[in-house]
Nanobody, 126 residues
Framework: QVQLRESGGGLVQAGGSLRLSCVAS?????????MGWFRRAPGKEREFVAA????????YYDDSVKGRFTISRDNAKNTVYLQMNTLKPEDTAVYFC??????????????????WGQGTQVTVSS
């Protein structure tokens, strides 16, 4: 199993930007994994944000972040990123990195992913 550690969260004003990073460690490389980002807002269930396939050629986004967030990966650094622009107060949540070994077809379900990080808090003020 791969270990994941997120960073880059913080407090930002509405309209601002943040870039989250997720570094993978363990006896493997993220080139073997599809990678995703989820978030849990206060009082809500954890929800899908974005994902990227092994090849990095295909990305998936929830409609609520499409056009504002960009997921990318640097396999050489075992790192996946989530660039978040034009942030809104409703983006406030704990953001989690997730990994799935093997083939990924774009599922937005939590159970699709095998490994999870501890999360990083993102707070957007109005």
């Amino acid at each position: 199993q791969v270990q994941l550690r997120e960073s880059g969260g913080g407090l930002v004003q509405a309209g601002g930007s943040l870039r989250l990073s997720c570094v993978a460690s363990g006896r493997t490389f993220i080139s073997n994994y599809a990678m995703g980002w989820f978030r849990r807002a206060p009082g809500k269930e954890r929800e899908f944000v974005a994902a990227i396939k092994l090849s990095a050629g295909t990305t998936y986004y929830d409609d609520s972040v499409k056009g504002r967030f960009t997921i990318s990966r640097d396999n050489a650094k075992n790192t996946v990123y989530l660039q978040m622009n034009t942030l809104k107060p409703e983006d406030t949540a704990v953001y989690f990195c997730a990994a799935r070994m093997g083939t990924y077809y774009g599922s937005q379900k939590e159970q699709t992913f095998d490994s999870w990080g501890q999360g990083t808090q993102v707070t957007v003020s109005s």
